[in-house]
T-cell receptor
Framework: DGGITQSPKYLFRKEGQNVTLSCEQN?????MYWYRQDPGQGLRLIYY???????QKGDIAEGYSVSREKKESFPLTVTSAQKNPTAFYLC?????????????FGQGTRLTVV | GQQLNQSPQSMFIQEGEDVSMNCTSS?????WLWYKQDPGEGPVLLIA?????ELTSNGRLTAQFGITRKDSFLNISASIPSDVGIYFC??????????????FGTGTLLAVQP
């Protein structure tokens, strides 16, 4: 089945450690995104990539890093520089054209810093 | 970062009632999307709107793209318990060079009492 897969679903990290969240899609989508969701808040854009080997900062990129070496994959690293990393992280993808297109989401990864 | 104004923040209704929620922005959008999110899951796309004035239905759901391109509403008719969740609007703009960048509303929490 075509879709977008995030792993793991739950992740625990000790303070001071970096951790990488996986996002894979087999929809042949060019664009991929990472969002952060906190309780009672909307989705805030961390990073997005419109094409392989290119990505741009979103609204809250500090303390995060990404790579886009393959079209199918857009991993997010939460670094020790992120002051408040506990949150629900959502990855999405969409086709990248000048036409209007929808974004589809993965199931999310809940990161807890202990 | 940019966020859309979504209202109401929460709604508590009886099964069978109709529901209406809306999103407004100071910016013009060329796409409006409506998503539903169940607890601990990623948002699922409900309706996509591409033209000003467009009215689109998906079962008991109806959404409209405002004529000014700065707002959209979602109606749910004859609500049922499984409608419970958080509903998000999202707008896409290609202005300012940020092609395919999605901006999300703050969400409307819907609770339906049987």
């Amino acid at each position: 089945d075509g879709g977008i897969t995030q792993s793991p679903k739950y992740l625990f990290r000790k303070e001071g450690q970096n951790v990488t969240l996986s996002c894979e899609q087999n929809l042949n989508h060019d664009a991929m995104y990472w969002y952060r969701q906190d309780p009672g808040q909307g989705l805030r854009l961390i990073y997005y990539s419109q094409i392989v080997n290119d990505f741009q900062k979103g609204d809250i990129a500090e303390g995060y890093s990404v790579s886009r070496e393959k079209k199918e994959s857009f991993p997010l690293t939460v670094t020790s520089a992120q002051k408040n990393p506990t949150a629900f992280y959502l990855c999405a993808s969409s086709t990248h054209t000048v036409m209007n297109t929808e974004a589809f989401f993965g199931q999310g990864t809940r990161l807890t810093v202990v | 970062g940019q966020q859309l104004n979504q209202s109401p923040q929460s709604m508590f209704i009886q099964e069978g009632e109709d529901v209406s929620m809306n999103c407004t922005s100071s910016s013009i959008f060329n796409t409006w999307l409506w998503y539903k999110q169940d607890p601990g899951e990623g948002p699922v796309l409900l309706i996509a709107l591409y033209k000003a004035g467009e009215l689109t239905s998906n079962g008991r759901l109806t959404a409209q793209f405002g004529i000014t391109r700065k707002d959209s509403f979602l109606n749910i008719s004859a609500s049922i318990p499984s409608d419970v969740g958080i509903y998000f609007c999202a707008g896409r703009t290609t202005y300012g060079g940020a092609t395919n960048k999605l901006i999300f509303g703050t969400g409307t929490l819907l609770a339906v009492q049987p």
